[in-house]
T-cell receptor, first 113, second 115 residues
Framework: GAVVSQHPSWVICKSGTSVKIECRSL??????MFWYRQFPKQSLMLMAT?????????EQGVEKDKFLINHASLTLSTLTVTSAHPEDSSFYIC?????????FGPGTRLTVL | GNSVTQMEGPVTLSEEAFLTINCTYT??????LFWYVQYPGEGLQLLLK?????DKGSNKGFEATYRKETTSFHLEKGSVQVSDSAVYFC??????????????FGTGTRLQVTL
């Protein structure tokens, strides 16, 4: 099946720094990628929809200046958490669509100290 | 808005036991319904899906039937194995944007199967 990778798988950073997370579709092209956030024992919450070559569409309540999304190619989308704070600590998951199905990455655990 | 409610875990079963994980949803229109599974250290994988009322999705011995009258999509398996230990997510798609678009997830149910 289609494979989606994320890098890094985990990251620890100091408060105030920025962190970039990459999401790649390894064996298919994805015009649409999604970014989710998951808190412990809670649902995956959709943060934004990323379309190749256009601006991302953010869900209500998600700060677009805080969570920068770039979808530079059909196989790569990046999420940058700017000026990270401890409340941004979470598990971030991306997915990529192909043939009307979403394929998910393994997730990135971000810990902000 | 759309929402999905699934039973809290963890669910602990002995091997070969019968499994049911309840899932109910709230949505306007006619969403597609999904079950995803997440094995330790891996991403979410689609387990099965149903796109209209009374459809039954099935895969790897798991089944779920789209029940519009009860707005439910309960996951069942007749005989679980240790290898089924994972977290299971029920989800629905926004009925206005097709099956590959926005998904609304339940909180996930952790299943532990012991020998």
């Amino acid at each position: 099946g289609a494979v989606v990778s994320q890098h890094p798988s985990w990251v620890i950073c100091k408060s105030g720094t920025s962190v970039k997370i990459e999401c790649r579709s390894l064996d298919f092209q994805a015009t649409t990628m999604f970014w989710y956030r998951q808190f412990p024992k809670q649902s995956l919450m959709l943060m934004a929809t990323s379309n190749e070559g256009s601006k991302a569409t953010y869900e209500q309540g998600v700060e677009k200046d805080k969570f920068l999304i770039n979808h530079a190619s059909l196989t790569l989308s990046t999420l940058t958490v700017t000026s990270a704070h401890p409340e941004d600590s979470s598990f971030y998951i991306c997915s990529a669509t192909a043939v009307r199905e979403q394929f998910f990455g393994p997730g990135t655990r971000l810990t902000v100290l | 808005g759309n929402s999905v409610t699934q039973m809290e875990g963890p669910v602990t079963l002995s091997e070969e036991a019968f499994l049911t994980i309840n899932c109910t949803y709230t949505a306007t229109g006619y969403p597609s319904l999904f079950w995803y599974v997440q094995y330790p250290g891996e991403g979410l994988q689609l387990l099965l899906k149903a796109t209209k009322a009374d459809d039954k999705g099935s895969n790897k011995g798991f089944e779920a039937t789209y029940r519009k009258e009860t707005t439910s999509f309960h996951l069942e398996k007749g005989s679980v194995q240790v290898s089924d230990s994972a977290v299971y997510f029920c989800a629905l798609s926004d009925p206005n944007t097709g099956t590959a678009s926005k998904l609304t997830f339940g909180t996930g149910t952790r299943l532990q199967v012991t020998l």
